[in-house]
């Protein structure tokens, strides 16, 4: 069975400070792991991705996210928070080598403030 | 090139009454898949159709809830005698075959579903 957990249902940061969004799973096989973005009455965007190969991925608007395999975790950073990055960020998890039904966390909102 | 469409984008309907969702898949995806958007229950996947083969239904909450999906492209999510749980958005996300790799989910833009 597989299951995200997202640190956090809300965070808030100061317009250039770091962003840092918390993820772990949980997996029996081994994972593809995905952050989605979700803007206000919008569709849900995919950020970037880890499936096989660097563990360190990097995605659209300057985020990132390693994945770390030792602690379970695939957590998303950007150095610099933007005020158009706020919006409710979406870890999901999926099985490698099958078919891609996305396993979500529970989301996380991040508000970016002046 | 167009992306995924949904149809209504919202919907309200009395307890008790069906409802059909319809997702357009972009041209040439031949998976497409259902998810729930809902405040008590997150993201959940529901239904995942990938070419002729049979669907995995194994998301889907209730015998309510059934889904089709015609000629490989248009599909419609039916909910039978709604109750006031199933108000949430419905996603449909389509990509290529996801079979033994991946291929990026592109999502529509939700149907917003309202049970009074």
């Known amino acids: 069975a597989q299951s995200v957990t997202q640190l956090g249902s809300h965070v808030s940061v100061s317009e250039g400070a770091l962003v840092l969004l918390r993820c772990n799973y949980s997996s029996s096989v081994p994972p593809y792991l995905f952050w989605y973005v979700q803007y206000p009455n919008q569709g849900l965007q995919l950020l970037l991705k880890?499936?096989?190969?660097?563990?360190l991925v990097k995605g659209i608007n300057g985020f990132e996210a390693e994945f770390k395999k030792s602690e379970t975790s695939f957590h998303l950073t950007k150095p610099s928070a933007h005020m158009s990055d706020a919006a409710e960020y979406f870890c999901a998890v999926s099985r490698s080598g099958g078919y891609n039904k996305l396993i979500f966390g529970a989301g996380t909102r991040l508000a970016v403030h002046p | 090139g167009a992306g995924v469409s949904q149809s209504p984008s919202n919907k309200v309907t009395e307890k008790g009454k069906d409802v059909e969702l319809r997702c357009d898949p972009i041209?040439?995806?031949?998976?497409l898949y259902w998810y729930r958007q809902s405040l008590g229950q997150g993201l959940e996947f529901l239904i995942y159709f990938q070419g002729n083969s049979a669907p995995d239904k194994s998301g889907l909450p209730s015998d309510r809830f059934s889904a089709e999906r015609t000629g490989g492209s248009v599909s419609t999510l039916t909910i039978q005698r709604t109750q006031q749980e199933d108000s949430a958005v419905y996603l449909c996300?389509?990509?290529?075959?996801?079979?033994?790799?991946?291929?990026?989910?592109?999502f529509g833009p939700g149907t917003r579903l309202t049970v009074l």
């Open positions: 041209s040439g995806h031949t998976a």
């Open positions: 996300a389509s990509s290529l075959p996801g079979v033994g790799s991946y291929n990026e989910q592109f």
């Open positions: 880890y499936t096989t190969g660097a563990t």
